[in-house]
Each structure stands twice: as C-alpha cells, then as structure tokens.
C-alpha cells in the first residue's frame, strides 16, 4: 500500500460532546483536511493511532473538507485520547498491486 499525504492539523483545543464523544478544535497547518482520508495522531512526533475521521466540522455544518489556514472541529473513529498539541495527518491510501 502507498500513502499520499493529503494535509496535517494542530489540535488547539479539546471539546467533549455527550453521546459523541471527543472533538478537536484544529488549525489546519498545511494542505487539507478531508472526511473520506485516513487520520494518524502523532504525539511528540509518534504516531499514537492511526484510522479514520468519524465527522469533520466548520463552525456547525457538516463539511466534506477544510482547506489550509482555516480551523475546524475532528472526531476520529474509535479514538477520544486528543490532547492539545497533537498533530494530526491526513493522508489517502493506494492500494499498490504488485507487478509481474
């Protein structure tokens, strides 16, 4: 499989939602952030987990992406363990088949 990175966020804030679970309020530091990528959490530059994003908010719509400079709100799928200053990346997975 080959990775494209498609963006990293900075989480500057935590917000915990009843029912929903953790959100981080992010800065989106460079390219974008987009709902259908995968989402790795890197702590002190190591990865903590690695999955996929649950929703992806502007203010309170729901949006399919979030472009560099702009902030917006990330749950990640079966992960609520976001602290302040995480890094988040986003990136798109190929599956690369392999030639004969």
Wanted: aromatic share 4%.
């Amino acid at each position: 499989r080959k990775e494209q990175s498609v963006g990293h966020a900075e989480v500057r804030e935590i917000f915990r939602v009843s029912g929903k679970g953790t959100i981080a309020g992010c800065a989106v530091t460079d390219g974008k952030v987009a709902r259908s990528a995968h989402i790795r959490v890197l702590r002190d530059k190591a990865p903590v987990f690695e999955g996929r994003i649950d929703g992806l908010k502007r203010f309170k719509e729901d949006v399919r992406e979030v472009p560099q400079g702009m902030e917006c709100g990330i749950s990640i799928a079966g992960f609520n363990d976001v602290k302040a200053g995480d890094v988040l990346e986003v990136f798109d997975v190929e599956e690369v088949r392999p030639t004969l």
